[in-house]
Each structure stands twice: as structure tokens, then as C-alpha cells.
């Protein structure tokens, strides 16, 4: 298996004292890795500097082992991202969206629009505007559009915030079957536990700003362990580490 995301020391921190700390993860090919932790825990913050959206104090981050600080064309060329609630012309027919998107991506044709809209399950409503699609159609959208180049690798931050459960259920199966049918890798953040659970081979737990566990998901299965129960152990170790590192009074 080949990394696909490798993530090295990874600082950034906020002038309030917030933010991420030496934060260390490794996406291999055809992972659907779970980027999990609580709000604010740090997932848009290192998501936004894996996608050049922000910078790192320090540290080091290879995508398809190129360097985004230094070969950030090269690293983000077979990389898709949805990063927040997806953005679209709302006055303007899903398709049409997409075929002002294609422009950015030379050699892309419309036959990728018809192939990308089936993908994500919106072929019967391409043509209705946008402003009358559900939050989960929109987020779909979003997902089309991040797919339009061909991705290798998918980078979603909360792709199923606010959706309702029939939203979640299409979003997750649609990931699923984008990996297993397109071979895409994912990376995947959310603050929904068995959400991750469902969907991931892979799991990064995050806690204020320092990833406390990575894990493939089948080896907490075989200790019996659910993913709920692996994260409430590693908060409470955290928690007594510090307890007893604390000067005593
Ligand atoms: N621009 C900023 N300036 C100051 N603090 C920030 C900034 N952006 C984020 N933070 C803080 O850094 C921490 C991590 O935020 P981040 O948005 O990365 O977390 P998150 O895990 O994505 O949470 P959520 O699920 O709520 O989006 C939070 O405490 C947040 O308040």
C-alpha cells in the first residue's frame, strides 16, 4: 500500500492558544480514513492546511508524496476537496454549476457532467435550480463538482453535517461506492461517531488539537472495542497523563 496523505508534525496554533500540535497521520491508497474529533477539535484547521487553504507554523504535508509547501501543484493535481457547506449558484440548475465548474479543468468534457451527476445521484434533477435542492442535494453538488477532475483522492470536511438521516444514508453509500467502484481514497472528517464507524476502514481520533489515536477500525472489532468506547478510553488516559503532570498543590 501506498500513502496517500502523510502528515508530519503538524503545528498550527491560534493567537487565543488554540489550534492542532504536532499532529502525525498517514491516509493509505483506498483507505476511507475517519478524521473524527468533537467541535473544535482541530479537523478544519488541518484540513484547511492539507488543502493549502491555510498555513502551518511548523511541519510537513505530502500528498501522493509531493510536498504542498513546495510542490503544491504536483500534490494537489489528483485531489478533490469539499471543505464546508458546499457553494453553488443557487439561481442556476445544478448542471449548470457543473458546466462553469469543467471550465477550470482542460481536457475535462461534459460527458464527465453526465458521468459525475449519476455518481452522486442527481442525474433526475439536474435541471431544476439549485435554490430548490435539499441540503442533502446540495452537499451532493458540492461532492459532484469535487469530482469532475477525476480525483484520486477525496478530501470532505463534515460531508454530512445537517443532513437529515435519509441524507446521511445517501451521502454514506455514495462515498462508499466512490471508493470501491472509482478506487478513491478518502479522507473523511466528522464529529459523528458511528457515522465513522459505518463508513471507515480507518480512524484518526482527534482531541483538543492532538490526534490521541490512529487505528484501523477492524482492529478495534477484534478487540471488541467500538469506536465509541476506543474514544472515551483514550480522553480519560489524556486525562489522568495531565492529571499527573499537574504541579500538586
Ligand atoms: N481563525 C481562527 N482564529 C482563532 N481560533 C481559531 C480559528 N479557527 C479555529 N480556531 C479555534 O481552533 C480550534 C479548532 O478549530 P477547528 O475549526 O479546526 O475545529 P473542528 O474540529 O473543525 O471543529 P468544528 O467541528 O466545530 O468545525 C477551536 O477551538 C477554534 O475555536
Known amino acids: 500500500m501506498k500513502p496517500v496523505v502523510e502528515i508530519r508534525q503538524l503545528t498550527k496554533v491560534y493567537n487565543?492558544?488554540?489550534?492542532?500540535?504536532?499532529v502525525n497521520m498517514t491516509v493509505q491508497q483506498g483507505d476511507i480514513y475517519g478524521f473524527f474529533g468533537p467541535n473544535g477539535a482541530g479537523k478544519t484547521t488541518v484540513m484547511k492546511i492539507i488543502t493549502g487553504l491555510s498555513k502551518a507554523q511548523h511541519g510537513e504535508v505530502k500528498l501522493f508524496g509531493y510536498d504542498i509547501s513546495t510542490q503544491y501543484e504536483q500534490a494537489m493535481a489528483k485531489v478533490g476537496v469539499l471543505i464546508e457547506t458546499a457553494e453553488a449558484y443557487t439561481y442556476m440548475s445544478g448542471r449548470r454549476n457543473l458546466e462553469l465548474a469543467v471550465r477550470f479543468y482542460p481536457g475535462i468534457g461534459g460527458e464527465r457532467i453526465d458521468e459525475v451527476l449519476e455518481l452522486v445521484g442527481l442525474t433526475p434533477y439536474q435541471h431544476e435550480k439549485a435554490a430548490g435542492y435539499s441540503l442533502g442535494m446540495k452537499q451532493r453538488l458540492g461532492l459532484a463538482m469535487a469530482l469532475l477532475s477525476k480525483p484520486e483522492l477525496l478530501i470532505l470536511d463534515e460531508p454530512t453535517n445537517g443532513l437529515d438521516i435519509e441524507g446521511m444514508v445517501q451521502m454514506r453509500e455514495i462515498i462508499m461506492r466512490l471508493a470501491r467502484e472509482e478506487r478513491i481514497t478518502f479522507l473523511i472528517s466528522s464529529h459523528l461517531i458511528h457515522e465513522m464507524e459505518l463508513m471507515c476502514n480507518r480512524i484518526g481520533i482527534l482531541h483538543q488539537g492532538r490526534l490521541v489515536r490512529e487505528t484501523?477500525?477492524?482492529?478495534?472489532?477484534?478487540?471488541?472495542?467500538t469506536l465509541e468506547q476506543a474514544y472515551l478510553r483514550e480522553i480519560d488516559s489524556v486525562r489522568n497523563v495531565r492529571k499527573e503532570e499537574a504541579p500538586h498543590a
Not at 16 to 22: A, D, P, Q, T
Open 16 to 22: 487565543n492558544s488554540r489550534g492542532v500540535h504536532e
Open 216 to 225: 484501523l477500525v477492524a482492529e478495534l472489532v477484534q478487540s471488541g472495542v
